[in-house]
């Protein structure tokens, strides 16, 4: 066991140092996306299974060994297939990253969606607003209606008017238009629920899911919201919501 040590170390070059250099970063990379979540625990049990694996290779304990391959093998596909939803987030998170981030420096667009959330809010009609940044949220809706018109507030309250066919779902606003019409978002996790109408769960959702600003009008009592990464920031006024969406869309 000595000797097969120091023959592995001996014939270690700076092309092997760095191979295991890069691969600890991107293990610690992707530790960090899924810390906190459920997904963590998981992939401390794996790296476990994988230390466990490699010392009994270096013991030469064959079925002890056989065992756990196989073991890890088949456990990483079932993996795969549990937490499609954290592997999504995780690959749009490392997405986002490289991507060139749009910055909207349109301060009109701001006040046009502001001035329609405060009178749908006086009127207590309910509505969700998501505004895009880097993650395209149109991919994740089924069947959003194409809209692709000027953001203002005329345009906005037309499409939230009640009893008509596009009042459902939500809007998405990208690139400082109104992209989409009737959208419906994916709710979390059902351990994540929350006592929250079905309006903030699927704020909450999408925000999980990608990094856009979802704003949300109560229909039960026209209060305010607004969602940043699955967080619900509750009881806005219009100074509040206009500080909020300057500091989350321009940062």
């Known amino acids: 066991m000595l000797d097969y040590l120091i023959n592995l170390f001996s014939t270690f070059s700076l092309n092997d140092v760095l191979d295991i250099f890069f691969l600890f970063l991107i293990f610690y990379y992707l530790l960090l996306l899924i810390k906190g979540t459920k997904s963590y625990q998981v992939a401390i049990g794996l790296a476990l299974i994988g230390v ?3 010392i ?6 064959t ?3 056989y065992l756990l391959n196989n073991f890890l093998t088949y456990l990483i596909i079932a993996i795969i297939v549990l937490f499609q939803d954290e592997l999504k987030s995780i690959l749009g998170e490392i997405g986002s990253k490289i991507r060139t981030k749009y910055i909207s420096k349109n301060s009109d667009v701001i006040d046009e969606i502001v001035n ?3 009178a749908l809010s006086i009127t207590r009609v309910g509505a969700i607003i998501a505004i895009e940044r880097e ?3 149109g991919s994740l809706v089924n069947k959003p ?3 692709d018109a000027v953001v203002s507030k005329d345009m ?3 499409i939230f008017t009640p009893k008509t066919p596009l009042h459902d779902g939500a809007v998405i606003i990208a690139n400082d238009r109104i992209a989409y019409a009737r959208c419906f978002f994916p ?3 059902l351990m994540e629920l929350s006592p929250t109408g079905t309006r903030h769960l699927a704020a909450q959702g999408i925000t999980q899911q990608t990094d856009c600003i979802a704003i949300i009008v109560s229909e039960e009592t026209g209060k305010v919201s607004l969602s940043v990464k699955g967080e619900l920031i509750r009881g806005l006024d219009k100074e509040g919501l206009i500080g909020r969406l300057v500091y989350y869309k321009l940062k």
Not at 56 to 61: F, Q, V
């Open 187 to 189: 709710l979390p996790a």
């Open 135 to 137: 993650i395209k949220v």
């Open 156 to 158: 906005l309250l037309t």
């Open 116 to 118: 329609t959330v405060m």
């Open 56 to 61: 009994g290779s270096l013991l030469k304990l």
């Open 145 to 147: 209606v194409e809209i």
């Open 52 to 54: 466990f694996a490699g």
């Open 63 to 65: 079925a002890f060994s």
